[in-house]
């Protein structure tokens, strides 16, 4: 089935060492997203590709980076995780105003 | 700036009962409304998505209806199962200044946590 996979689901680091989360996608989708969701909020926007072109919210800190070598691939990098980005991080992917497709999320912990 | 508010925030009835949650935005100008669950440490699944040009969208026993100049979207789940158990979170996207469209990212309201006794 066609799908969006997120790698790990469960990620430990330690404060200050950088991290990568990565989601991959079998939809052929342009659109790939991130998502911060933080215990008992509303996920919030972080950043999106549309095809190769990179859309930074306005609030979202320095701290957070992507990339996306290919359609299929987008990692979310974390240069320097502090407490407060402890969190479920969710991938999305669509295409044009179809539905977007959410991954299963990876649980982030900071120790 | 776009804000999304689902009353109630969390909500436990009995097996069968017919029930209705609520969600309100303040920005009319939305392109389109989704109604997704989530079950305690997944990601979202969509369940109904609503044009802006559309009044409502079913799908088996749930259905939403959408009134977007009032900013109002309700979610009616029918004979209510303890499969339904999850958390409700509606978002909406807006139009957009690409010409390609379907870029712009969700805003969602906080969910409500729904408990069907069985």
């Known amino acids: 089935d066609a799908m969006v996979i997120q790698n790990p689901r469960y990620q430990v680091t330690q404060f200050g060492k950088p991290v990568t989360l990565s989601c991959s996608q079998t939809?052929?989708?342009?659109?790939m997203y991130w998502y911060q969701q933080k215990s008992s909020q509303a996920p919030k926007l972080l950043f999106h590709?549309?095809?190769?072109?990179?859309?930074n919210e306005a609030d979202t800190p320095d701290n957070f980076q992507s990339r996306r070598p290919n359609t299929s691939f987008c990692f979310l990098d974390i240069r320097s995780p502090g407490l407060g980005d402890a969190a479920m991080y969710l991938c999305?992917?669509?295409?044009?105003?179809?539905?977007?497709?959410f991954g299963d999320g990876t649980r982030l912990s900071i120790l | 700036k776009q804000e999304v508010t689902q009353i109630p925030a969390a909500l436990s009835v009995p097996e069968g009962e017919n029930l209705v949650l609520n969600c309100s935005f303040t920005?009319?100008?939305?392109?389109?409304l989704q109604w997704f669950r989530q079950d305690p440490g997944k990601g979202l699944t969509s369940l109904l998505l609503?044009?802006?040009?559309?009044r409502e969208q079913t799908s088996g026993r749930l259905n939403a209806s959408l009134d977007k100049s009032s900013g109002r979207s309700t979610l009616y789940i029918a004979a209510s199962q303890p499969g339904d158990s999850a958390t409700y979170l509606c978002?909406?996207?807006?139009?957009?200044?690409?010409?390609?469209?379907?870029?712009?990212?969700?805003?969602f309201g906080k969910g409500t946590h729904l408990i069907i006794q069985p």
């Open positions: 999305a992917t669509s295409r044009d105003y179809r539905p977007q497709h």
């Open positions: 939809l052929n989708h342009n659109v």
């Open positions: 590709y549309y095809d190769k072109d990179f859309n």
């Open positions: 920005d009319s100008a939305i392109y389109n």
């Open positions: 609503i044009q802006s040009s559309q």
């Open positions: 978002a909406v996207s807006h139009d957009l200044p690409y010409s390609g469209g379907g870029a712009d990212g969700l805003t």
